[in-house]
């Protein structure tokens, strides 16, 4: 299969997908890096392992049909089969949706549907639960609405920090998200 990765921020889920491609472990051929934040820290790391970047400014578009409409048509160009989300923080409007449709995938950190949108792991934090987790799911018009593909829950101790429930998953999202893809794609 071959994909496009799009991203906003730090790019450590980008970064995890890439070392499993170049490991062997997940068979797909990553085509493009999307990104809405230009100087985000993931243009370098894709940058580094040679991912062309498409790196855009949405408030240089009139809409969200025009910037997406752009990326659509390269995204056709390049052949890509499906869209992964990895920290895009953006919803996709109807353009992205309709062109592919069952093929654009996000990854999210909480067991989904508790704690949708953003800063789910300072909400899961504050909510005092003994469990957390990660979601991978289809992508619908809604904020982290769509059919879930797979989940992985983690247990939290007592004494656990923001920081220590923050690592805990990111840990797990970095061997979960490339594993599951594999399996998506070529089982
Ligand atoms: C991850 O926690 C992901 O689940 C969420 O955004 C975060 C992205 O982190 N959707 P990174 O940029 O991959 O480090």
Redesign the pocket.
Known sequence: KKIAIF??????????LIDAVKAGSLNVEVKLLVCDKPGA??IEKAERASVPTFVFHPKQYASKIEFETIIMNKLQELEVDYVI?????RLIGATLLSAFQNRII????SLLPAFPGKD??GQAFRARVKEVG?TIHYVDAGMDTGPIIAQRAIQLSDNDSMEDVENK??AI?HIFYPETLESLFNK
Not at 7 to 16: E, K
Not at 85 to 89: F, H, K
Request: proline letters at 4%; aromatic letters at 8%.
């Open positions: 991203a906003s921020g730090t790019g450590s889920n980008f970064q995890a820290a993931v989300l990895a920290g895009y923080m996000n990854i999210h950190p789910a792991i990660v998953i990111h999202e």
